[in-house]
């Protein structure tokens, strides 16, 4: 009897359980390689952002908006634009502290070069996750491959995200003592709720037995085959050793987040909107972190359309929204392009360097 590879012959009978199963294993295999694939990410990531922008351009008053953007007052606007690149510095400085606390003191002219190069490739990659990429590359080739630089960047994120967290919760509390009815706004009193919980989670980072517990939790077997893991792990956690330098970073990364939150108020002010300030510092960090979201390349759909559907629960007009978040893009895209003027130039003094030698 000849055999058939794809049928086992048990008993003079064909085993289709076990053929079925072979099957659906391949099948699962192929649709996780395919979602897998960088190709189909990159084309779910373009795919996606169009959707959302179909959508929104389709439900919403064009002309409204291209009215709003032409009569954008440009002074405000410019100031807004300054405001955005005088975040880097802020940044900058809170990696410097970070850097110096590992032994690497690094200038803070070079650190928001760093940061406007980020900008650069942010254009290409989920919001801020190009920054980091960007700024991890140059940080661990200038400092010969050490790690620690890397996880400076990871502790930076941590410490960026809580502040946003922190500075959404406490706008939040002054809205409620100014006597805004925010409670009644659903998607506000789910903010609150969400962050509250994330909180406690955020805290025990800034614990100082954190450090020893992770100690603690890590089996002896695991070190030796994960120990390169295990080392970054913990330092990260070191950071914990070092409260007031945990501390002056949470106070720059608010500061950080502020000035971020003053620039798109000032662009909503350009084009005339009366929205309260508070508002914006309590929405901002939630449409901040959803451009985190991989599915998208800068935040892009993501962005506006987090700024559409959080704002008009305020009261604000969709069109508004939608102004204030193309606008804001736009700002983001010219930030990327001073970053790109800096790569390029970095890039041509190497070139000379090598060149000369």
Known sequence: MKHDSRQEMKGGKINYSESADSFSQKTVGRIKAFLFHKYTRTIVKIVIPFIILFYLFSSLNLSLIKHNMLSTNIPIFAISFIFLCARNVVGAYRSKALLMYKGFPYSLAIL?????????????????????????YYLYTSSSGKKETISSIVVERFIGTSALVILSLFSVFLAFILGLEIFDNTVIKSITIIFGVSVVFFSLFFNRKT?????????????????PAVKFIQDIFSYNRAPGILFSTLISSILFQIIGVLSTYLIAVSLGSVQPCLYFFILLPVIWLAGLLPVSINGLGIREGSFVFLFRSTGMSEEMAMTIGLLWSIQTIGLGLIGGLLFTLGKKNNLKVIQSN
């Open 112 to 136: 928001t070069k760093y940061y406007f190069i980020g900008n650069f490739f942010n254009l290409f990659l989920p919001a801020v996750v190009g920054r980091d990429i960007a700024r991890g």
């Open 211 to 227: 450090h020893d517990i992770v100690e603690t939790i890590i089996p002896s077997f695991a070190r030796k085959k994960l120990d």
